[in-house]
């Protein structure tokens, strides 16, 4: 079975940094993309950054220039670098895989989700 786990996720102040990472592990015939979601109460689930296997990127306009996303490979790993957080960037954060575990199987996983907010 596939699994993602993540781990990063903390209370910081605004300014502040944190590095969000994400590892995918099981029954892996192909990963064609990985990324990060987030959600707070009451909104939709939105995109924040993701990468392909062959380098290709999109940010969610808000995270442009402060957010990082970045993919080892062979180790199946994700992580996401967050810059200059800004209390707006309070949110439950999610790591998302695009994998086939074989032929014509092909789907999206997600981890549990981890906390990041954003307080002085």
């Known amino acids: 079975q596939v699994q993602l786990v993540e781990s990063g996720g903390g209370l910081v102040q605004p300014g502040g940094s944190l590095r969000l990472s994400c590892a995918a592990s099981?029954?892996?015939?192909?990963?064609?993309?990985m990324g990060w979601y987030r959600q707070v109460p009451g909104k939709q689930r939105e995109l924040v950054a993701t990468?392909?296997?062959?380098?290709?990127?999109n940010y969610a306009e808000s995270v442009k220039g402060r957010f990082t996303v970045s993919r080892d490979n062979p180790k199946n790993l994700v992580s996401l670098q967050i810059d200059s957080l800004k209390p707006e960037d309070t949110a439950v954060y999610y790591c998302?895989?695009?994998?086939?575990?074989?032929?014509?199987?092909?789907?999206?996983?997600w981890g549990q989700g981890t906390q990041v907010t954003v307080s002085s």
């Open positions: 998302n895989a695009d994998i086939s575990t074989g032929w014509g199987k092909r789907s999206d996983y």
């Open positions: 099981g029954s892996i015939f192909s990963i064609y993309a």
């Open positions: 990468l392909t296997t062959g380098g290709r990127t």
